[in-house]
């Protein structure tokens, strides 16, 4: 802190109880910040080894299911898979609803209904919708898990900008202006002592 | 025009040395985009193709292979003596057309509109149907059937209680499958007796095939909660029984040799499960029944046949082709479902 900061700190007792009571608060949250910080630390990197699983596995199915679309595309002709594809009414529907780890909400999707895909397809096709289908799930869930992990890493920022603000600058800060009142008040206190000091000579030198 | 069927054979032989050959189709599979595939494509007897103002290219470039193939057909059913072609053209017309009714009841099924649907259609006219866009205007699937009556698909009428109660087209699809069938066997009865087992041999083959891939759907949990006989209205080597087995059994392997060497081979990629192959299967099945008809009787019917299904075969591959090359997909990967009608 500054010295032109400092011009605002009232050097007295009661302020410097007020400076004490509110960086030994400000000290506590600091904890709970470090704690939460290392909660979702811990949450990110599970979620990140978590993601780091399933898309491999994504790529792999979705190779499969792009090889079996090909193919139907390919047995069936474009025209023939558009019209197919087509005659399957019920459609993929998903609800969003919201989550929370440590205070920090994501997305959590929950399929309410799924396609009917094998009634009226042709195997070749019904089996690449299958796969695709697969992939959609696997797709949600990995979003689910993405939304997820960029949340916590956002949060994970932003605690960890805090609790590096209060250790390196908010409470040097208050310790500062706590050591400024103190040595101030100190002066003051010496400051007295000497004046009371010399009140008492000069009484006594009368006195003689 | 109608000319001897001797003269017409030969000519149809220079016919057969036209399409394309395995050197030239591969070279189309190694093309690196639709725009190289068109070029090289100018290089053949396909000449060059406009798809200029096409929305979608594969499916442009699949309408101009259908018309393609479709001149062909027609200029063989002009110039062949009568009962031949009569039969050619039932064949081919009767099946585009059963084609063209399933895309306008899955169109009413799923709401496209009128427009789209007849985007959607074969490109020929009606066979034997008034007119496909009164279909395709039709407000449900329930009115475009019933505009089927006094037609020779108005079987499929009844078949509307069952699309009801089960909420699905597919018993529509499987009566138009079997008014194809019967049509088709009542029409091979014109045909001289010796030139009759091609065709049952395709279309019996192909009919089981499809009824085989149709109980496989069951197998895999699709229940569509209809009974063997309305599911299979007609079978032929692969019988009922079989079809209730490939469904129930824990042991499809068994089920499928003891279908025979020949269904065997033909349904073998079910095991890697690239079910597609199957098709691919059936096509080189077709190759080689019309090729060994061709070879038994090189001045007849079985020549005639013979070039048509190379034609189409041919067809199948060029729409596959185009589809995979605006796709870009690798030639290697195009190439396992290619049948070549042609060796070089």
Redesign the interface.
């Known amino acids: 802190m500054t010295l032109s900061q400092m011009s605002g700190v009232r050097p007295t007792k009661g302020y410097l109880m007020e400076m004490k009571r509110r960086i030994g608060f400000i000290e506590r949250g600091c904890e709970f910040l470090k704690l939460k910080r290392d909660h979702l630390a811990k949450e990110l990197s599970a979620s990140l080894d978590i993601l780091k699983g399933r898309r491999k596995l994504l790529l792999n199915n979705l190779k499969e299911a792009y090889d079996a679309l090909t193919a139907a595309y390919i047995s069936l002709g474009p025209t023939e898979v558009d019209s197919q594809a087509s005659s399957v009414k019920s459609a993929l529907q998903l609800e969003v609803l919201p989550r929370s780890v440590m205070g920090v909400r994501y997305p959590y999707v929950k399929i309410i209904s799924k396609p009917q895909i094998t009634t009226d397809l042709d195997i070749t096709l019904a089996r690449a919708a299958e796969k695709i289908y697969e992939i959609l799930e696997e797709l949600v869930q990995l979003a689910e898990y993405e939304a997820r992990a960029e949340r916590i890493a956002d949060e994970l920022g932003k605690t960890n900008r805090k609790v590096n603000a209060l250790e390196n600058t908010v409470i040097p800060n208050y310790k500062q202006v706590i050591k400024f009142i103190g040595s101030k008040l100190d002066e003051e206190s010496l400051e007295e002592l000497v004046r009371m000091k010399r009140i008492g000579g000069a009484l006594a030198s009368r006195r003689k | 025009m109608k000319l001897d069927l001797t003269y017409v054979v030969i000519r149809t032989h220079a016919r057969i040395a036209n399409l394309l050959n395995h050197q030239q189709t591969q070279r189309l599979t190694e093309s690196k985009d639709v725009q190289e595939f068109l070029d090289r494509l100018a290089e053949t007897s396909y000449g060059r193709i406009s798809i200029e103002g096409a929305e ?1 290219v ?2 442009a470039l ?2 101009v292979f259908y018309e393609k193939f479709l001149e062909r057909v027609l200029k063989i059913v002009d110039l062949t003596p009568q009962k031949i072609g009569d039969f050619l053209q039932t064949y081919y017309y009767l099946r585009f057309e059963t ?1 063209n009714l ?2 306008i009841i ?2 009413k ?2 709401g ?1 509109t009128s427009e789209k649907i007849m985007e ?1 259609l074969v490109p020929i006219n009606p066979y034997l149907v008034p007119s496909y866009k009164e279909l395709a205007d039709s407000a449900s699937v329930g009115e475009a059937v019933n505009r089927l009556k006094g037609t020779p698909y108005s079987e499929v009428i009844t078949k509307l209680k069952l699309y009801e109660q ?1 909420e ?3 018993p529509l ?1 499987l009566a138009l499958n079997h008014v194809f069938a019967k049509a088709i066997f009542e029409a091979v009865k014109t045909l001289p007796e010796r030139d009759r087992r091609i065709v049952y041999n395709i279309v019996e083959y192909e009919a089981d095939i499809e009824n085989f ?2 109980a ?2 069951q197998r ?3 229940k ?1 909660g209809a009974n063997l006989e309305e599911m299979f209205p007609a079978t032929y080597s692969i019988s009922l029984e079989k079809l209730r087995e490939v469904i129930e059994t824990k042991d499809l392997k068994k089920v499928i040799e003891s279908l025979g060497e020949s269904y065997a081979k033909v349904l073998s990629p079910i095991y890697t ?8 299967g059936l096509r080189r099945h077709k190759y080689e029944t019309v090729t060994s008809g061709k070879a038994i009787n090189a001045f007849g019917f079985n020549v005639i046949m013979a070039y048509l299904v190379y034609s189409e075969i041919e067809k ?1 591959n060029l ?3 185009g ?2 090359k605006a ?1 870009g ?1 690798s030639s290697q ?2 190439m396992k ?1 290619v049948v070549i009608p042609r060796p070089s």
């Open positions: 979608v594969p499916i699949e309408r084609l399933k895309r899955r169109g099924f799923s496209l959607s089960y699905a087209i597919w699809e891939l149709v496989m759907k895999q949990g699709s569509s499960g690239d079910v597609a192959l199957i098709r691919t199948d729409v596959g082709v589809w995979g796709q997909v990967d195009l479902y």
